[in-house]
Protein backbone atom coordinates (compact mmCIF):
# COMPACT_ATOMS: atom_id res chain seq x y z
CA UNK A 1 0.00 0.00 0.00
CA UNK A 2 1.42 3.18 -0.75
CA UNK A 3 1.55 5.83 1.95
CA UNK A 4 2.24 9.63 1.62
CA UNK A 5 3.31 11.84 4.74
CA UNK A 6 1.51 14.87 5.00
CA UNK A 7 3.26 18.06 6.03
CA UNK A 8 2.36 21.22 6.29
CA UNK A 9 5.12 24.57 6.71
CA UNK A 10 4.99 27.71 7.74
CA UNK A 11 8.41 29.36 9.05
CA UNK A 12 10.07 25.81 9.08
CA UNK A 13 13.25 26.81 7.25
CA UNK A 14 15.72 24.93 10.06
CA UNK A 15 13.08 21.68 10.34
CA UNK A 16 12.48 20.76 6.91
CA UNK A 17 15.88 18.73 6.43
CA UNK A 18 16.00 16.80 9.45
CA UNK A 19 12.13 15.38 9.21
CA UNK A 20 12.46 15.09 5.42
CA UNK A 21 16.08 12.86 6.18
CA UNK A 22 13.88 11.21 9.29
CA UNK A 23 10.51 10.07 8.02
CA UNK A 24 12.02 8.64 4.65
CA UNK A 25 13.36 6.11 6.47
CA UNK A 26 10.32 4.65 6.30
CA UNK A 27 9.10 3.32 3.17
CA UNK A 28 6.74 6.20 2.50
CA UNK A 29 6.70 9.27 -0.07
CA UNK A 30 6.49 12.61 1.39
CA UNK A 31 4.90 16.20 1.00
CA UNK A 32 5.09 19.27 2.25
CA UNK A 33 2.15 21.86 2.04
CA UNK A 34 4.15 24.95 2.40
CA UNK A 35 1.51 28.67 3.09
CA UNK A 36 4.17 31.07 1.41
CA UNK A 37 6.10 30.92 4.49
CA UNK A 38 8.98 34.71 5.00
CA UNK A 39 11.48 32.62 5.98
CA UNK A 40 12.53 30.84 2.34
CA UNK A 41 10.83 27.50 3.70
CA UNK A 42 9.37 27.04 -0.01
CA UNK A 43 12.57 27.79 -1.40
CA UNK A 44 14.62 24.70 1.25
CA UNK A 45 11.72 22.61 0.00
CA UNK A 46 12.35 22.94 -3.53
CA UNK A 47 15.96 21.86 -3.28
CA UNK A 48 15.14 19.20 -1.22
CA UNK A 49 12.26 18.06 -3.65
CA UNK A 50 14.86 18.19 -6.54
CA UNK A 51 17.31 16.21 -4.50
CA UNK A 52 14.87 13.31 -4.06
CA UNK A 53 12.04 12.41 -5.82
CA UNK A 54 10.16 10.88 -2.54
CA UNK A 55 9.48 14.58 -1.86
CA UNK A 56 7.03 16.78 -3.04
CA UNK A 57 6.25 20.38 -2.18
CA UNK A 58 2.72 22.38 -3.01
CA UNK A 59 3.07 25.54 -2.65
CA UNK A 60 0.24 28.18 -1.56
CA UNK A 61 -0.41 31.62 -1.86
CA UNK A 62 -1.09 32.86 1.56
CA UNK A 63 -1.38 31.04 5.23
CA UNK A 64 -5.35 30.09 5.51
CA UNK A 65 -4.73 27.74 8.56
CA UNK A 66 -3.69 24.57 9.25
CA UNK A 67 -7.27 22.86 8.13
CA UNK A 68 -7.09 24.41 4.67
CA UNK A 69 -2.98 22.96 4.25
CA UNK A 70 -4.48 20.05 5.46
CA UNK A 71 -7.60 19.65 2.70
CA UNK A 72 -5.19 20.85 -0.05
CA UNK A 73 -2.23 17.92 1.24
CA UNK A 74 -5.15 15.31 1.67
CA UNK A 75 -5.83 15.88 -2.29
CA UNK A 76 -3.35 15.90 -3.42
CA UNK A 77 -1.78 12.92 -1.58
CA UNK A 78 -4.78 11.03 -2.90
CA UNK A 79 -3.98 12.30 -6.29
CA UNK A 80 -0.42 10.93 -6.07
CA UNK A 81 -2.54 7.55 -5.42
CA UNK A 82 -2.21 7.38 -1.69
CA UNK A 83 -3.75 4.32 0.00
CA UNK A 84 -2.77 5.75 3.36
CA UNK A 85 -2.59 9.13 4.74
CA UNK A 86 -0.06 10.51 7.60
CA UNK A 87 0.00 13.69 9.36
CA UNK A 88 2.34 15.55 10.80
CA UNK A 89 4.00 18.32 12.33
CA UNK A 90 7.06 19.65 11.24
CA UNK A 91 8.18 20.54 14.57
CA UNK A 92 9.64 17.29 15.47
CA UNK A 93 7.44 16.77 18.47
CA UNK A 94 6.06 13.96 16.54
CA UNK A 95 8.98 11.36 16.51
CA UNK A 96 9.00 9.76 12.85
CA UNK A 97 9.72 7.09 14.36
CA UNK A 98 6.75 6.25 14.69
CA UNK A 99 5.38 6.46 10.93
CA UNK A 100 5.73 2.92 11.34
CA UNK A 101 3.93 2.13 14.03
CA UNK A 102 0.60 4.24 12.81
CA UNK A 103 1.01 2.77 9.30
CA UNK A 104 0.99 -1.21 10.71
CA UNK A 105 -1.99 0.17 13.20
CA UNK A 106 -4.30 0.81 10.26
CA UNK A 107 -4.06 -2.54 9.10
CA UNK A 108 -7.13 -2.93 11.48
CA UNK A 109 -8.43 0.90 11.50
CA UNK A 110 -9.84 3.51 9.64
CA UNK A 111 -8.09 6.14 11.44
CA UNK A 112 -4.89 5.52 13.59
CA UNK A 113 -4.33 8.58 16.33
CA UNK A 114 -1.57 9.19 17.99
CA UNK A 115 -2.24 9.37 21.24
CA UNK A 116 -0.49 11.39 24.43
CA UNK A 117 -2.72 10.08 26.79
CA UNK A 118 -3.20 6.60 26.18
CA UNK A 119 -0.85 4.04 28.12
CA UNK A 120 2.61 4.61 26.87
CA UNK A 121 1.71 7.74 25.48
CA UNK A 122 3.77 10.92 27.55
CA UNK A 123 5.05 14.77 27.37
CA UNK A 124 8.03 14.81 28.52
CA UNK A 125 8.81 18.33 30.31
CA UNK A 126 5.42 19.67 30.25
CA UNK A 127 5.11 21.44 33.12
CA UNK A 128 2.25 21.01 35.30
CA UNK A 129 -0.19 23.85 34.29
CA UNK A 130 0.19 22.61 30.54
CA UNK A 131 -0.59 19.29 31.53
CA UNK A 132 -3.67 19.75 33.60
CA UNK A 133 -5.19 22.44 30.82
CA UNK A 134 -4.32 19.71 28.04
CA UNK A 135 -6.14 17.19 29.59
CA UNK A 136 -8.91 18.99 31.33
CA UNK A 137 -9.32 19.98 27.67
CA UNK A 138 -9.90 16.84 26.41
CA UNK A 139 -12.03 16.10 28.85
CA UNK A 140 -14.51 18.33 28.10
CA UNK A 141 -14.19 17.89 24.67
CA UNK A 142 -15.01 14.11 24.72
CA UNK A 143 -18.21 15.12 27.28
CA UNK A 144 -19.62 17.86 25.00
CA UNK A 145 -19.21 15.91 21.68
CA UNK A 146 -19.41 12.12 23.31
CA UNK A 147 -16.25 10.98 21.22
CA UNK A 148 -14.53 8.41 23.10
CA UNK A 149 -11.16 9.54 22.01
CA UNK A 150 -8.57 10.58 25.24
CA UNK A 151 -6.53 12.76 22.66
CA UNK A 152 -8.90 14.42 20.42
CA UNK A 153 -6.79 17.31 19.66
CA UNK A 154 -3.69 15.58 18.19
CA UNK A 155 -2.27 16.18 15.22
CA UNK A 156 -0.31 12.94 14.40
CA UNK A 157 -2.77 10.47 12.54
CA UNK A 158 -2.90 7.75 10.00
CA UNK A 159 -5.74 7.69 7.62
CA UNK A 160 -6.92 5.18 4.75
CA UNK A 161 -7.90 6.89 1.69
CA UNK A 162 -10.83 5.01 1.61
CA UNK A 163 -11.74 7.09 5.10
CA UNK A 164 -10.84 10.41 3.86
CA UNK A 165 -13.10 10.07 0.96
CA UNK A 166 -16.15 8.59 3.10
CA UNK A 167 -16.32 11.60 5.28
CA UNK A 168 -15.64 14.19 2.44
CA UNK A 169 -12.60 15.53 4.03
CA UNK A 170 -13.02 18.73 1.63
CA UNK A 171 -16.34 20.37 2.82
CA UNK A 172 -14.84 20.79 6.69
CA UNK A 173 -15.66 23.77 7.60
CA UNK A 174 -12.80 24.00 10.33
CA UNK A 175 -9.73 25.98 8.82
CA UNK A 176 -7.65 25.85 11.88
CA UNK A 177 -6.82 23.58 14.67
CA UNK A 178 -9.84 22.48 15.26
CA UNK A 179 -10.23 20.70 11.96
CA UNK A 180 -8.34 17.64 13.91
CA UNK A 181 -11.56 17.64 15.74
CA UNK A 182 -13.77 18.03 12.89
CA UNK A 183 -12.13 15.43 11.36
CA UNK A 184 -12.86 12.91 14.76
CA UNK A 185 -15.94 14.17 14.77
CA UNK A 186 -17.00 12.63 11.06
CA UNK A 187 -15.14 9.63 11.17
CA UNK A 188 -16.70 8.47 15.01
CA UNK A 189 -20.20 9.79 13.29
CA UNK A 190 -20.07 7.65 10.20
CA UNK A 191 -19.28 4.33 12.26
CA UNK A 192 -15.89 3.75 10.87
CA UNK A 193 -13.31 2.55 13.66
CA UNK A 194 -10.46 4.49 15.11
CA UNK A 195 -8.02 3.52 17.01
CA UNK A 196 -5.58 5.33 19.30
CA UNK A 197 -1.59 4.08 19.83
CA UNK A 198 0.86 5.64 22.60
CA UNK A 199 3.01 8.40 20.82
CA UNK A 200 5.66 10.31 23.53
CA UNK A 201 5.30 14.11 22.13
CA UNK A 202 8.11 16.46 23.02
CA UNK A 203 7.90 19.99 22.69
CA UNK A 204 10.23 21.32 19.46
CA UNK A 205 13.65 22.38 19.37
CA UNK A 206 13.60 24.76 16.39
CA UNK A 207 11.59 27.39 14.63
CA UNK A 208 8.16 28.80 17.16
CA UNK A 209 5.03 27.43 18.02
CA UNK A 210 1.61 28.60 16.56
CA UNK A 211 -0.46 27.47 19.18
CA UNK A 212 -2.30 30.59 20.85
CA UNK A 213 -5.27 31.14 23.19
CA UNK A 214 -7.31 31.96 20.55
CA UNK A 215 -6.66 28.76 19.47
CA UNK A 216 -7.46 26.74 22.25
CA UNK A 217 -11.01 29.07 22.57
CA UNK A 218 -11.78 28.06 18.98
CA UNK A 219 -11.37 24.25 19.87
CA UNK A 220 -13.56 24.62 22.67
CA UNK A 221 -16.34 26.40 20.40
CA UNK A 222 -16.23 23.79 18.01
CA UNK A 223 -16.85 21.48 20.82
CA UNK A 224 -20.25 22.80 21.23
CA UNK A 225 -20.49 23.10 17.58
CA UNK A 226 -20.28 19.73 16.82
CA UNK A 227 -22.60 18.15 19.47
CA UNK A 228 -25.43 19.49 17.49
CA UNK A 229 -24.44 17.83 14.86
Avoid at 193 to 208: K, L, S
Wanted: glycine share 10%; proline share 5%.
Amino acid sequence: MKTVVVIPTYDEKENVGPMSEAVLKHDVELLFVDDNSPDGTGAALDALAAANPRIRVLHREKKEGLGRAYVAGFRRAIEMGADLVVQMDCDVSHDPKDVSRLVEAAADADLVIGSRYVPGGATPGWPFKRRLISRAGGLFIRTVTGMPFRDPTGGFKCWRRGTLEKIDFESVASAGYSFQLEMNHRTWRAGLRAVEIPIVFTDRVAGYSKITAGIAKESLRIAWRLRRW
